[in-house]
């Protein structure tokens, strides 16, 4: 009942705090303006990432422990919006939000966090703040990539930070549990406002706020007793936004369109997960929907693997791998036909 409680009380602020940011972001004209590469084609409120933000703040708050817990997560993510915020208003640099990011994930690494599975060693650890930054920076970014469609990025959060509640509630993980479900809480709050007609987007400090509060949810579980579980795991919940990144990253590489970090980060172009989806003929709530079911159809594949063996888990991930490249397949040849055709 507390659970259910705080996941209420976060849902309710999100919603009723929305529309007042909505409301700052055009007196500010704090806008998303449309242009060649995007799909919406009105100038759009940006600030929903701040009321996420309030929600979870307000439901962490009243479990003072649980806040003293995450508060290395919190402080890296709140870092990570404060520069999404202003990047925003103003539009830094790549090199600079790289730059912060960074910041963002050493301050948390500070904390204690971060991946643990290499020998206690130099090199070893050395080796996990490496993959810990790599983990968290991609995730973090991932999440903002998503965010091209309404309801998208939010929608797969939300989800995503549900099946990490709900194995940490059936390992006796409180405080986990709890934060997963204020984060899945505030993501659904503001699912409405950004369906709607006079919608509201996340803006880079939602998306990429979201994506670190995932990484580093990910990173203090103990998902599984197997340690090649406990890996695969988040891979699988988080498989949707990891499958975007790759699968852009590859092709764009391979299209000579970025070359180093920076480019990555500072590309945008119409050819995600989503984007491909919609080529394919499928309309924008269509193509949201389908990425829904493929997120829970592998967050329940998380679930049922968590308790498994090793090779269990590697089966899975291998199963998860050849579906995604089914559908990579799919929409690459598609998007060949369609150009030639055109």
Known sequence: MPLLLSALYCFVIVFLVTPLLKILALKFSILDIPNARKIHTEP??????????????????FDF???????????GATIVLVIGLIDDIIKLSAKVRIIFQVLAVLIMIRFGIRISFLPNNFWGN????????????????ALNYLDGIDGLSAGIAGISALIFAI???QTHQSAITLTSIILAASCLGFLPH???????????????????????????????EDNV??????????????FDMVLTTIMRIKEDKISTVIEWLQY?????????????????????????????????SAITVSNDRAILG????????????GIAVLMITSRRSSKITH
């Open 167 to 169: 194995i940490a509630f």
């Open 44 to 61: 759009t409120p940006l600030l929903g990432g701040l009321a996420v933000y309030a929600g979870v703040i307000f439901g962490l708050m």
């Open 268 to 300: 945008e172009g119409k050819d995600h997960f989503h984007h491909r989806l919609i080529d394919l003929g499928l309309r924008p709530l269509g193509a949201v929907l389908f990425i829904y079911f493929i997120n829970i159809s592998f967050g329940i």
């Open 229 to 242: 579980v406990k890996l695969v795991v988040p891979i699988l919940i988080l498989g949707v936004p990891i």
């Open 126 to 141: 050395i080796g996990e703040i490496i993959l810990t930054l790599i983990w968290t920076i991609g995730i973090t970014n």
């Open 314 to 325: 590697l089966l899975s991930i291998l199963q998860a791998a050849i579906i995604f490249a």
């Open 65 to 75: 422990a649980n806040l003293q817990f995450i508060s290395g997560i919190l402080i």
């Open 194 to 224: 950004n369906f709607k007609r006079g919608k509201i987007f996340l803006g880079d400090a939602g998306s990429t706020f979201i994506g670190f509060m995932l990484a580093g949810i990910s990173l203090i579980g103990n998902w599984a």
